[in-house]
């Protein structure tokens, strides 16, 4: 390769532009041939002509960016170059070069000349003459634009994506579409909700401002096409609307200046309506390209997809947690001067019901019994746990018999015998009134484990009660017992869920009626909540992370201080969904 | 049991402060208001002999005198519930009276609240909502009601999830909810794989998780080893965190367990906790073999030393987990105290070390944590080996339970 001469040997050289000059880097190679020929033309330059016959346009331009020569293949540029001059990008190329310095790593230059464009190469000669080689890179350039916009699109989609799917409640869902949407598809976008009643939520972004909503009441025929694209089904295309047709609640606060362009587009989701999108523009435009036009319906399509499945959740979460309302375990405390507790863990902690059950229905004053029921349904989940519903329900209505606990027994297990279903269940009854600073209580088991009572000083007795389970056979039969608690003492009804725990630091053993005796013998005097959390948690213990059946315990304890002005909060609403909400 | 009563009235009759921004007022009744320590001492006593009423009645006429309820429930509720947890550690009163004492200071707070909702009406706008849970089977719930009634008091929308939450119910809420942030509470280090699920959870649903509690290390270091959003040492300092925003995780970025946790690529945290019942059995054997007296234990004493053993491999697994010696050490020396305590030689600690060493020779990591263990045990143990320390010092590393 040879390197074009320079004016001058110095580092500081004047270029073809006397505008510019460069500092030589001091790690440039010294000018090794310097030409002493004055150049006059291509040829005297020595640059052959082979280049005459090459494929592409080639042109020679002079120190001052004039067109010296021209090969073939050049000769359509040369018209548009007579016309319009040497195009700026080239011209800029040229004067930026200077003579003498390596053509170097950096991108070739490149441009449109026309409707093509090239890439620029440029060989020095020996003159101040450069041979341009214009390399048409049109097919190149225009595969390298459409694959990055499809990148971008792609990248964008999975975003949008990701962070759609990744919630599934509605409002948030909602906001995230408004957002992207008015980050990647237009300056503002108000998405509109499928009507709740006469009203809709309203969530509306502006790009680079916080998301706004609000439930409104609107009328979706006001906005042209709204009214379709909420239908949902079938898919309305996306409508271009006039502006000035917009009733003003659609526009987002803090929207900068005019409305130009809006457009409507349904949401499609999972065979249900998921709402609608409305895309504002601040500029008039002229419409989506067909590139664009195919992103937006994606978009709208993932949108609608998210949406209609986080509608979807709501919906079944709701319907669930109504069902479910009854079947949840009751949050016990205080009635009647006598403390109770609860502690309930289903088999699958996922699940929020099971096959095990308690309830505690308080006596009509504080001379009358309050009568509480713990028991097992053969089974456990969500079938097991339905059965316990119509189980509880029996028992609460048999209240008033409850003074005879052998007659509840047998009255439910017609119940449940006459209902054809096979599953049977095991019991405890417990009627409980206080007397003075004690408890009395009357206590059955059909079928279950006998209730533990422990004494102040850690005794731990064990109800002498036991019958026959109920659902099972014609007749049942079983035997009342009577205790009575002295303060501080607690009666503890439990389900085999516990003693049946299988774990332990062995890994296979069965907690055991033995060792729950043991650990209540260090729990007399203890207020009956800690005695529940304690069997419950030795219980959990014991599984490690080993799987396990339902659970459940109640504590009746003669508190240690009587307070007369103690408010009962026995019945203080139960059966509330654990987390606390519904959606 | 005898219980004051001081004034006729219910205590939820009381005359209160009309407004909550009204300043808490001398009360003429109250008496001049209490020191902090005093007030520490009488709930002391209250929770562990007087019982229930005697504390509530307490904390209500603690109001009276002007105490603000935030004070009230971290300067005093807090710090006696911290000083059960150190007590229990320290064999000064049994595992039922902590039990007991636990139930009683949450009675505590349960009247301060109730006491609170008859004062307010709450018609202000919520700052924000976030959910406070406990990471799945952590029994602990005290910390994490004292944070949800903090934040409560500062103006949050508090869904308070208590102790044990297993984290698809904690998911499912977040579903409903799409609340600002979660606080997870974390107790027990051996809940912390537990509570690494719980975060990675909630991140994927896009909801930011903040840390709290023991288990993370006194500096927070295992709340960022397992990617929580943030951590906060106290309820004061998660109420910060959460007053300065906490910017949602870009859900996209759902994690693996390896990308926090790069060493359990190895799959020794898996393989020791599957083999967990057989390290635990074998290691008895071995101990039965080197410590002869060993045969003549009854089934209970057998019983207590298996849980030893098994306490020992799941903080070993623990510390696997998290890559983290400090859990495992601390829990050793810990249980050398406890050891010390019930006149068993501690010795045989480091022969359980030993044995286990000696099964886990294909895990160096395992090896590492083994042979860090034994030093710490040996160091522990070597300068007051005759007095036999106590572990109430640090109170609280405990495997069991403690306070907040």
Redesign the interface.
């Known amino acids: 390769m040879r390197y074009g001469a320079g004016v001058g040997d110095g580092c500081l050289r004047p270029l073809l532009s006397s505008r510019e000059v460069v500092r030589c880097a001091p790690s440039a190679p010294p000018l090794v041939i310097p030409s002493q020929g004055a150049p006059a033309g291509a040829d005297d330059a020595g640059i052959g002509s082979a280049w005459l016959d090459a494929p592409c346009p080639v042109v020679v331009l002079d120190a001052a960016g004039g067109v010296v020569d021209a090969n073939r293949a050049a000769h359509p540029l040369l018209s548009l170059v007579a016309e319009t001059g040497l195009p700026p990008w080239l011209a800029h190329a040229h004067t930026g070069r200077a003579p003498g310095t390596p053509a170097g790593p950096r991108a070739a230059p490149s441009g449109w000349i026309g409707d093509r464009y090239y890439e620029a190469h440029a060989t020095p000669t020996a003159g101040a003459h450069v041979v341009w080689w214009l390399l048409d890179g049109t097919d190149h350039r225009l595969t390298r634009t459409a694959l990055r916009t499809a990148e971008d699109r792609a990248s964008v989609l999975?975003?949008v994506s990701?962070?759609l799917l990744?919630?599934?409640?509605v409002?948030?869902c909602s906001e995230v579409a408004a957002r992207m949407a008015a980050e990647h598809l237009a300056d503002a976008a108000v998405l509109v909700a499928p009507p709740q009643g006469h009203r809709h939520l309203l969530t509306q972004a502006v790009r680079g401002a916080e998301v706004t909503r609000g439930l409104r009441q609107i009328d979706p025929h006001e906005v042209p096409g709204l009214a379709e694209a909420l239908q949902g089904f079938p898919p309305v295309p996306a409508r271009w609307i006039d502006p000035a047709d917009l009733p003003p609640w659609v526009l987002p606060p803090g929207f900068p200046g005019e409305v130009g362009s809006v457009i409507v587009t349904p949401l499609p989701g999972h065979g249900v309506p998921a709402g609608a999108l409305i895309l504002l523009r601040s500029t008039p435009h002229q419409g989506f390209s067909v590139g664009e036009e195919v992103f937006a319906r994606l978009f709208a399509a993932r949108a609608g997809a998210a949406l209609s499945a986080?509608r979807l959740?709501?919906e079944q979460?709701a319907v669930t947690a109504t069902l479910m309302r009854d079947l949840l375990p009751p949050r016990l405390s205080h009635v009647h001067g006598v403390d109770y507790a609860g502690a309930y863990r289903p088999a699958k902690?996922?699940e929020?019901v099971g096959g095990d059950f308690y309830d505690v229905h308080p006596g009509a004053d504080a001379d009358a019994e309050t009568f509480v029921v713990l028991g097992d349904v053969a089974g456990k989940g969500l079938e097991a746990a339905v059965l316990t519903g119509k189980i509880r329900n029996t028992l609460q209505a048999l209240q008033p018999l409850a003074d005879d606990h052998s007659r509840v027994l047998t009255l439910l297990n017609g119940a449940l015998l006459s209902a054809h279903q096979t599953r049977f269940a095991t019991l405890v009854l417990a009627s409980v009134r206080r007397h003075g600073d004690r408890v009395r209580l009357r206590l059955t088991s059909a079928g279950h484990l006998p209730p533990l009572v422990v004494r102040a000083d850690g005794t731990v007795e064990t109800a002498d009660t036991h019958g026959m389970l109920v659902g099972a056979l014609p007749d049942v039969h079983a035997r009342t017992t009577e205790t009575e608690l002295a303060?501080g003492e607690t009666c503890l009804l439990y389900t085999d869920g516990i003693t049946e725990a299988r774990g332990?630091?062995?890994?296979?053993e069965m907690f055991g009626e033995e060792r729950l005796v043991?650990a209540l013998t260090?729990?007399?005097?203890?207020?009956g909540?800690?005695?529940v959390?304690?069997v419950q948690?030795l219980a959990?213990?014991w599984l490690?992370?080993g799987g396990h059946d339902d659970m459940a315990a109640v504590a009746i304890s003669a508190p240690?201080?009587f307070?007369r002005?103690?408010?009962d909060r026995g019945a203080e609403s139960p059966r509330q969904p654990?987390?606390?909400?519904?959606? | 049991?005898n219980?004051p009563r001081t004034t006729a009235e219910?205590p939820?009759d009381r005359p209160r402060p009309g407004h909550p921004a009204e300043p808490p007022r001398h009360d003429a009744a109250g008496g001049p208001r209490p020191s902090a320590a005093e007030l520490r001492d009488r709930l002391w006593k209250a929770v562990t002999e007087d019982?229930?009423?005697a504390a509530v009645d307490l904390v209500t006429e603690a109001l009276d005198t002007g105490w603000d309820e935030e004070n009230l429930l971290l300067d005093v509720v807090a710090a006696v519930q911290a000083e059960v947890g150190v007590a229990w550690a320290a064999g000064r009163i049994?595992?039922?009276q902590e039990?007991?004492a636990?139930?009683?200071n949450?009675r505590v707070v349960a009247a301060l609240v109730h006491a609170r909702a008859a004062r307010r009406r709450d018609g202000a706008t919520p700052r924000g909502r976030v959910t406070v849970a406990c990471a799945?089977?952590e029994?602990h719930a005290f910390p994490a009601r004292l944070v949800a009634e903090v934040l409560r008091l500062r103006g949050w929308h508090v869904?308070?999830?208590g102790a044990?939450t297993?984290t698809?119910?904690l998911v499912?809420?977040?579903?409903?909810?799409?609340p600002d942030a979660v606080l997870l509470s974390c107790s027990l280090p051996t809940r912390l794989p537990a509570a690494h699920a719980a975060v990675t959870a909630c991140q994927?649903?896009?909801v930011p998780v903040l840390a709290g509690g023991r288990a993370f290390g006194t500096d927070g270091r295992l709340a960022h080893a397992l990617g929580a959003d943030g951590w906060a040492p106290d309820a004061r300092g998660a109420a910060a965190l959460l007053a300065a925003g906490v910017p949602r995780p870009?859900?996209?970025a759902?994690r693996h367990t390896v990308e926090d946790l790069p060493h359990l690529a190895d799959q020794e945290y898996t393989a020791v906790l599957r083999s967990?019942?057989d390290l635990?059995?074998r290691t008895l054997a071995d101990l039965e073999a080197r410590f002869p007296a060993m045969t003549g234990y009854s089934a209970?004493q057998r019983?207590r030393t298996?849980?030893d053993?098994?306490h020992i491999v799941?903080f070993l697994t623990t510390a696997l987990y998290v890559n983290d010696a400090g859990v495992f050490s601390s829990f050793l020396t810990w249980t050398a105290d406890l050891l010390t305590a019930r006149s068993v030689a501690a010795d045989s600690l480091l022969t359980a070390l030993d044995s286990l060493g000696g099964q886990l020779r294909d895990f160096p990591r395992a090896l590492g944590l083994l042979h860090a263990g034994a030093d710490a045990v040996r160091g522990h143990l070597d300068p007051d080996a005759v007095t036999g320390g106590t572990a109430g010092a640090d109170g609280g590393r405990e495997p069991?339970?403690a306070g907040a």
């Open positions: 999975a975003e990701s962070m990744s919630s599934l409640n409002p948030r986080a959740y709501t979460s902690d996922h929020l303060p332990g630091p062995l890994g296979d043991e260090e729990c007399g005097g203890l207020p909540e800690a005695i959390e304690r948690m959990a213990q490690a992370d240690r201080t307070r002005d103690s408010g654990r987390s606390g909400t519904t959606g | 049991m219980h219910s939820h019982g229930e009423y049994t595992v039922a039990h007991a636990t139930a009683i949450d799945d089977g029994w869904d308070y999830l044990q297993p698809p119910h499912a809420h977040l579903h409903a909810t799409a994927a649903v896009g870009v859900p996209a759902i967990r019942a635990v059995r209970a019983e298996a849980e053993v098994a799941e069991d339970r």
